[in-house]
Nanobody, 119 residues
């Protein structure tokens, strides 16, 4: 059974940092690209960052460039999203997704972790 479990969310003040983790089980993690999305109530889920299977190539949404960093440790079956200089508009539920590198219809989602940025 494949599982992705996010953790690390919480309540922080503007300007602070958080590190989200996504631990994968039941799959060969190194065969999957890692993506992070976020969603606020009433809006569509939006892509925040992506990282290729080997960890060398990453992309970011314009609104998080320079503040967020995606990384992965294939030996630990874990992906990360380091979020710095957080803003209130970053408040959302953050989800990780594992996307098979060759078969695009094979993808798995985590349950999400809430990030709230508020003073």
């Amino acid at each position: 059974q494949v599982q992705l479990v996010e953790s690390g969310g919480g309540l922080v003040q503007p300007g602070e940092s958080l590190r989200l983790s996504c631990v994968a089980s039941g799959l060969t993690f190194s065969r999957y690209a890692m993506n992070w999305y976020r969603q606020v109530p009433g809006k569509e889920r939006e892509l925040v960052a992506t990282m290729a299977v080997a960890g060398g190539s990453s992309t970011y949404a314009e609104y998080v460039k320079g503040r967020f960093a995606i990384s992965r440790d294939n030996a630990k079956n874990t992906g990360y999203l380091d979020m710095n200089s957080l803003k209130p508009e970053d408040t959302a539920v953050y989800y990780c997704k594992a996307q098979h590198r060759n078969v695009l219809i094979i993808r798995y989602w985590g349950q999400g972790t809430q990030v709230t940025v508020s003073s």
